[in-house]
């Protein structure tokens, strides 16, 4: 790579719009250079440029040559700068400043801030410094990479030799705080490293971890030089170097962003993440060259925070000097432990490969062992770099792999350490294939290897006593399994063929038959893991996106299944897997659906073992029966008569006792029987009378039209997102309209204000005292870089006289009302819609009729999708 230079010229008095031009001419330069250059040569360039700069300033605003100097700190004072980086500068001064001189600083800053730089910045005199770092861990960190600019030369050297000889941390205590300091950053980031849209600087694995390692290191040997760790056998030279060129590479993405945004910014948004794949020679793919880039990102922040965890250990046991003596157990020939770690007990443990795993099944034994030593898993990076083949191919290895995981705490801690450390990736091709591998959308949120082992560690937690309240039903499923570990390994494989083309489950499903083969599980065993993962898409899809309050559907979904183990099992895998793929994605709305659907097809396992084998209509019957006698109990409880109530009820439909719960039904007869005109409509309700943690919203009205859309076009007004909806009418031109709604992080309505607020607005609306709001908000920043094509799929309904169809689009401010209007327009009913958000997708389900209750024919089909494709690409 060529070493760039530029080279201002500044000019005589120096202008705002002059150094405003150069500046730009400065990004400019960088950002053409950044092709082919050296990233730490365009780093100094940049530092250099603004030293000029400053220089230039500095003699032009005749500052006193002794008593005041300009000293440059922090990251700036490293002399390594990005575009957007700020510019922390230090005023030191030896006597109290005349105003004069005050008022010229005050000058030089707002200059410098005029030309748009981001500049801060202190004025203290050597006292202050002294002070403040002794009260500041950070002010004493920038103290650290102080850099000389302007001014008084002496002055610059008696700070540094302050800083130096009289740091007010000892090693101990700064090493202690710098150490708290990173966990806590870590924590602002949920400990991973593999969040979808990562800070380049502060995520786990980023550039702040690097910089942590160089404080401490410069702080307990007094030294301004990284080698300094390899001279006192803290770090390798092949370790040194790796952590340099993991630096560098960060460094670039970090420069591309910075060009991209155009000013300071350290999230790599997806906003960005396409144009810096562009700059970083990714090619213009798009979201191949995105994958590609973020891929290269997360194997490189995976190797700092490695390195960076050893390293710190290393420095806890010189700085703290933890004592090994103490506790030490021998586990066997290989390893012994202390206090909380498991360490090798010589250097030559790792020379058969199937030390390796034994290491791990050592932590899943012993509960007090929390972390591998430094200098073991130093021996740990040497052999895994020395592996020529898969362990899998190893006899032994694949014996001790199977008896980890099913150890009970196999896929605890000890998993854990094993997806850390990449040996899973060492011992599966198929998993090293995945690692740091990303899906450019918004629904997942972490990388196809960390989802999984999150999925994995979702699965073990059911297990654990402390866990049980959480999720029951998965807990007593897995605690009832003879072989969990059958669990863990679909759960392993379920996405493991991700990234290669073709039906991941599919190729997913060979896999972990090759893997069943070569492990030599049971036949059994191996059947139910090849199912699970080829279907472990299936009841999540049925649960929120078919009509599982039809008996058909659970049916057919039971038939599927086929036996109540491979259900157990599956219901397990996929609240696991909901569950790891994106923390906003779980809410008890889902919970409850796939709950249902669990009972109801163990339900129907167990009439099938019955001889009599009820029929769809038989099973439909008994069920509005249930329904309707538990809600007369209650309602009888509650003082009605049977006589009014089954007056009332004689106008509903069936469809209405089918489609809700018993509490329902009470509640809803409860309000409509105090109807006495329509003048009291509409009759609206909020609440959650099935105890499934969402908002119901009930509206009775009398029939007219855009109804639907008129409601839906309020709720997302009032941002809140429909779930699901279910519109009937009663015998004699009312509806009955039920929504699911929940608000945008989640969670059920219950702030009393805007429950008023709802249900005043909807009232307004429908009594057309208002008109129908228009939703037009603007597309949230995450989804103005995604596209999605919007398809309209007819689905097979068992019943003749309806039609179903899928809608796939963006999911836009609006999509749902937008929809409802098209429907409503072509004169459709609406009978059910249920709506499921896959990160930026919407995947939404509408079962329709004509107004003559038939089902659309081809030539109205086409209209529709038409129609529906028309009006969201106008949007």
């Given at each position: 790579?060529?070493?760039?230079?530029?080279?201002?010229?500044?000019?005589?008095?120096?202008?705002?719009?002059?150094?405003?031009?150069?500046?730009?001419?400065?990004q400019?330069?960088?950002?053409?250079?950044?092709?082919t250059?050296?990233?730490?040569?365009?780093?100094?360039?940049?530092?250099?440029?603004?030293?000029?700069?400053?220089?230039?300033?500095?003699?032009?605003?005749?500052f006193?040559?002794?008593?005041?100097a300009?000293?440059a700190?922090?990251?700036?004072?490293?002399?390594?700068l990005?575009?957007g980086?700020?510019?922390?500068?230090?005023?030191?001064?030896?006597h109290?400043?005349?105003n004069?001189?005050?008022?010229?600083i005050?000058?030089f800053?707002?200059?410098?801030?005029?030309?748009?730089?981001?500049?801060?910045?202190?004025?203290?005199?050597?006292?202050?410094?002294?002070?403040?770092?002794?009260?500041?861990?950070t002010?004493?960190?920038?103290?650290?990479?102080?850099?000389?600019?302007?001014?008084?030369?002496?002055l610059a050297?008696?700070?540094?030799?302050?800083?130096?000889?009289?740091?007010?941390?000892?090693s101990?205590?700064?090493?202690?705080?710098?150490?708290?300091?990173?966990?806590?950053?870590?924590q602002?980031?949920?400990?991973?490293?593999y969040?979808?849209?990562?800070?380049?600087k502060?995520?786990?694995?980023?550039?702040r971890?690097?910089?942590?390692?160089?404080?401490?290191?410069?702080r307990?040997?007094?030294?301004?030089?990284?080698?300094?760790?390899?001279?006192?056998?803290?770090?390798t030279?092949?370790?040194?170097?790796?952590?340099?060129?993991?630096?560098?590479?960060?460094?670039r993405?970090?420069?591309?962003?910075?060009?991209?945004?155009?000013?300071k910014?350290?999230?790599?948004l997806?906003?960005?993440?396409?144009?810096?794949?562009?700059?970083?020679?990714?090619?213009?793919?798009?979201?191949?060259?995105?994958?590609?880039?973020?891929?290269?990102?997360?194997?490189?922040?995976a190797?700092?925070?490695?390195l960076?965890?050893?390293?710190l250990?290393?420095?806890?046991?010189?700085?703290?000097?933890?004592?090994?003596?103490?506790?030490?157990?021998n586990?066997?020939?290989?390893?012994?432990?202390?206090?909380?770690?498991?360490?090798a007990?010589h250097d030559?443990?790792?020379?058969?490969?199937?030390?390796?795993?034994?290491l791990?099944?050592?932590?899943a034994?012993?509960d007090?062992?929390?972390?591998?030593?430094?200098?073991t898993?130093?021996?740990?990076?040497?052999?895994?770099?020395?592996?020529?083949?898969?362990?899998?191919?190893?006899?032994?290895c694949?014996?001790?792999?199977?008896?980890?995981?099913?150890?009970?705490?196999?896929?605890?801690?000890?998993?854990?350490?094993?997806?850390?450390?990449r040996?899973?990736?060492?011992?599966?091709?198929?998993?090293?294939?995945i690692?740091?591998?990303?899906?450019?959308?918004l629904?997942?949120?972490?990388?196809?290897?960390?989802?999984t082992?999150?999925?994995?560690?979702?699965l073990?937690?059911?297990?654990?006593?402390?866990?049980?309240?959480d999720?029951?039903?998965c807990?007593?499923?897995?605690?009832?399994?003879?072989?969990?570990e059958?669990?863990y390994?679909?759960?392993?494989?379920?996405?493991?063929?991700?990234?290669r083309?073709?039906?991941?489950?599919?190729l997913?499903?060979?896999?972990?038959r090759?893997?069943?083969?070569?492990?030599g599980?049971?036949?059994?065993a191996?059947?139910?893991?090849?199912?699970l993962?080829?279907?472990?898409?299936?009841?999540?899809?049925?649960?929120?996106?078919?009509?599982?309050?039809?008996?058909?559907?659970v049916?057919?979904?039971a038939e599927?299944?086929?036996?109540?183990?491979?259900?157990?099992?599956?219901?397990?895998?996929?609240?696991?897997d909901?569950?790891?793929?994106?923390?906003t994605?779980?809410?008890?709305w889902?919970?409850?659906?796939l709950?249902?659907l669990?009972?109801?097809?163990?339900?129907?396992?167990?009439?099938?073992?019955?001889?009599?084998?009820?029929?769809?209509?038989?099973e439909?019957?008994?069920r509005?029966?249930?329904?309707?006698?538990?809600?007369?109990?209650?309602?009888?409880?509650?003082?009605?008569?049977?006589?009014?109530?089954?007056?009332?009820w004689?106008?509903?439909?069936?469809?209405?006792?089918?489609?809700?719960?018993?509490?329902?039904?009470?509640?809803?007869?409860?309000?409509?029987?105090?109807?006495?005109?329509?003048?009291?409509?509409?009759?609206?309700?909020?609440?959650?009378?099935?105890?499934?943690?969402?908002?119901?919203?009930?509206?009775?009205h009398?029939e007219?039209?855009?109804?639907?859309?008129?409601?839906a076009?309020?709720?997302?007004?009032?941002?809140?997102?429909?779930?699901d909806?279910?519109?009937?009418?009663?015998?004699?031109?009312?509806?009955?309209?039920?929504?699911?709604?929940?608000?945008?992080?989640?969670q059920?309505?219950t702030?009393?204000?805007?429950?008023e607020?709802?249900?005043?607005?909807?009232?307004?609306v429908?009594?057309?005292?208002q008109?129908?709001?228009?939703?037009q908000?603007?597309?949230?920043?995450?989804?103005?870089?995604f596209?999605?094509?919007?398809?309209?799929?007819?689905?097979?309904t068992?019943?003749?006289?309806?039609?179903?169809?899928?809608?796939?689009?963006?999911?836009?401010?609006?999509?749902?009302?937008?929809?409802?209007?098209?429907?409503?327009?072509?004169d459709l009913?609406?009978?059910?819609?249920?709506?499921?958000?896959?990160?930026?997708?919407?995947?939404?389900?509408?079962i329709v009729?004509?107004?003559?209750?038939?089902?659309?024919?081809?030539e109205q089909?086409?209209?529709?999708?038409?129609?529906?494709?028309?009006?969201?690409e106008?949007?």
């Open positions: 790579m060529m070493n760039p230079t530029f080279a201002p010229s500044w000019q005589r008095p120096l202008t705002l719009a002059e150094s405003r031009q150069q500046l730009e001419a400065q400019l330069w960088a950002a053409e250079a950044f092709i250059a050296d990233i730490e040569s365009l780093l100094v360039a940049r530092s250099e440029f603004v030293d000029s700069l400053l220089q230039t300033l500095w003699q032009q605003c005749q006193p040559d002794q008593g005041l300009l000293i700190v922090g990251g700036f004072g490293r002399g390594t990005h575009p980086s700020d510019i922390d500068l230090l005023f030191v001064h030896q109290p400043l005349p004069a001189i005050k008022e010229k005050a000058n800053i707002q200059f410098l801030w005029d030309v748009r730089l981001d500049v801060g910045h202190s004025v203290r005199t050597l006292a202050d410094c002294r002070e403040q770092a002794e009260a500041e861990v002010v004493a960190t920038s103290l650290l990479e102080q850099r000389y600019i302007s001014g008084d030369t002496e050297a008696a700070l540094q030799q302050d800083t130096f000889h009289q740091f007010p941390w000892s101990r205590a700064f090493y202690q705080a710098k150490q708290d300091e990173q966990q806590q950053r870590h602002q980031f949920h400990g991973t490293s969040n979808l849209e990562p800070n380049i502060s995520s786990p694995g980023g550039l971890d690097i910089q942590t390692i160089g404080w401490i290191a410069k307990h040997f007094q030294t301004q030089s990284e080698e300094s760790l390899v001279q006192f056998g803290f770090i030279a092949a370790e040194l170097l790796e952590l340099r060129e993991q630096q560098r590479f960060l460094w993405i970090r420069f591309a962003l910075h060009l991209e945004a155009g000013k910014e350290d999230r790599l997806f906003d960005f993440q396409v144009g810096v794949a562009q700059r970083m020679g990714y090619g213009n793919t798009g979201k191949t060259a995105v994958e590609a880039l973020m891929k290269d990102y997360f194997n490189a922040v190797a700092v925070r490695e960076n965890a050893m390293l250990q290393f420095f806890d046991q010189a700085i703290l000097g933890a004592d090994q003596s103490t506790a030490t157990r586990l066997d020939s290989n390893f012994y432990s202390y206090n909380n770690c498991i360490a007990r030559r443990v790792f020379d058969r490969d199937e030390a390796l795993l034994q791990f099944l050592h932590v034994r012993d007090a062992i929390e972390t591998i030593q430094a200098h898993i130093r021996l740990l990076r040497s052999a895994r770099q020395r592996l020529q083949q898969p362990l899998c191919s190893q006899p032994q694949r014996q001790l792999f199977l008896e980890l995981l099913a150890l009970p705490k196999g896929c605890g801690l000890a998993f854990q350490l094993l997806h850390e450390h040996i899973l990736a060492h011992y599966l091709p198929q998993w090293a294939q690692v740091g591998q990303m899906q450019f959308d629904f997942h949120a972490y990388t196809v290897d960390e989802h082992f999150r999925l994995v560690r979702n073990y937690r059911y297990t654990l006593p402390d866990k049980t309240e999720f029951p039903l807990s007593q499923l897995v605690s009832a399994m003879d072989h969990p059958w669990l390994i679909a759960g392993i494989f379920h996405d493991i063929a991700k990234g083309g073709g039906d991941h489950s599919e997913g499903e060979q896999d972990v090759h893997f069943a083969e070569l492990h599980l049971p036949e059994h191996t059947e139910l893991v090849a199912w993962v080829r279907h472990h898409l299936f009841m999540s899809v049925t649960a929120q996106k078919r009509d599982i309050h039809d008996p058909e559907v049916r057919e979904f599927t299944v086929q036996t109540q183990e491979r259900l157990d099992y599956l219901y397990c895998l996929t609240v696991a909901i569950r790891a793929t994106n923390s994605l779980w809410n008890n889902k919970a409850t659906l709950e249902n669990y009972h109801a097809t163990a339900a129907f396992f167990a009439r099938a073992s019955q001889t009599d084998i009820p029929s769809a209509a038989r439909m019957r008994q509005i029966h249930e329904h309707q006698a538990h809600a007369m109990a209650l309602l009888l409880s509650a003082g009605y008569t049977a006589t009014t109530i089954e007056v009332l004689g106008r509903f439909t069936a469809d209405y006792f089918l489609r809700h719960r018993p509490e329902q039904i009470a509640w809803h007869t409860q309000y409509i029987a105090r109807v006495e005109s329509d003048e009291q409509l509409p009759l609206i309700l909020v609440g959650d009378e099935s105890n499934q943690g969402t908002t119901e919203l009930f509206v009775y009398h007219q039209d855009y109804l639907f859309a008129a409601i076009a309020v709720l997302e007004g009032q941002n809140l997102s429909i779930h909806a279910q519109i009937l009418a009663t015998r004699d031109g009312y509806v009955m309209d039920t929504f699911v709604v929940l608000q945008q992080n989640g059920p309505l702030d009393a204000r805007h429950i607020s709802l249900k005043q607005q909807l009232h307004d429908l009594r057309s005292r008109p129908v709001p228009s939703v908000r603007r597309l949230p920043r995450r989804l103005r870089s596209t999605v094509t919007t398809k309209i799929e007819f689905v097979p068992k019943n003749k006289h309806r039609t179903a169809f899928e809608l796939i689009a963006l999911d836009r401010p609006g999509l749902v009302a937008r929809v409802a209007r098209v429907l409503q327009r072509l009913n609406i009978l059910t819609a249920k709506i499921s958000t896959v990160g930026e997708q919407a995947e939404d389900l509408f009729t004509t107004r003559r209750h038939e089902a659309l024919n081809a089909q086409n209209e529709l999708r038409q129609q529906i494709i028309a009006a969201l106008d949007a």
